[in-house]
């Protein structure tokens, strides 16, 4: 498939464009440049016009764009560059009638109810609940997603990570030192591999997908769906627990 990954730049995106590079014909986007890649469309995902020229002549789009972490207080735009960005996204989607949208959600959707394990996360525990302006932001943008599956028909899927690090660097997308594992973990070669089965998978009207890498993280959430649905596994598992 010719695939636009956006977000190509990032900690999710850098791996994903290796791992998409190996079956398809990928395009990377992001606001930043690409170590490796000139030919990388360098462009804001807030520049409609921007996005829709970058998404025409693809099958399938991936996102994996975050604002940055620092973006989301006093007034920042990283509510803005989550939800409008996604918007625009899926706008050009729809416009340039792409087959499949894979959008890197989070587990955050969920973040307004008590956590693991008074609550079991399920992919349909509905309605949403955030709690936290970037956890808005990505209930928003799963929102914006079904939505434009039900009026537009668009095949959607959603992956929702919880903590996402580098298990060889032991470190988190800010670059901070992790130092110990916690249920929530899992390594970002993995997000990046259920992000390729999501795009391959067969039979995806809007479906959510949480992924998960730890005992624990099985037992708070339902990831054994998504190995069932995606034919996905983690590669990389750590021990904690709940
Ligand atoms: N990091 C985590 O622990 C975690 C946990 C759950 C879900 N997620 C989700 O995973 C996805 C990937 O996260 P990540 O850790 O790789 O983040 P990241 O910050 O490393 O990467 C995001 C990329 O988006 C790009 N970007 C930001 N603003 C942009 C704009 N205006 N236009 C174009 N590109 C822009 C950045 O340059 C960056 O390369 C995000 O959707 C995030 O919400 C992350």
Sequence with gaps: MRVLLTGAAGFVGRVALDQLSENHEVTAFDVRLI??????????VLDYK?????????????????APNAAYNDGGPGFTIN???????????????????????????HTGYPGPPETFLTHDLYPLRASGTYALSKLLQEETARNFH???GMSIACIRPWGIIDAEKMITTDGHAVEGHSWGHI?????ASALVCALEADDIGYECFYVMATPGGYKAVDVARTEERLGWKPAITFPADL
């Design 35 to 44: 170590e490796g890649h000139p030919d990388a469309i360098l462009g804001d």
């Design 50 to 66: 921007a996005v829709e020229e970058a998404v025409a002549g693809h099958d399938a789009v991936v996102n994996t764009i975050m």
């Design 187 to 191: 390594d970002r070669r993995d997000v």
């Design 150 to 152: 039900q009026q537009h």
């Design 83 to 109: 939800t409008v960005g996604a918007y625009n996204l899926f706008e050009a989607a729809r416009v340039h009638g792409i087959k499949r949208f894979v959008h890197t959600s989070s587990g955050a959707v």
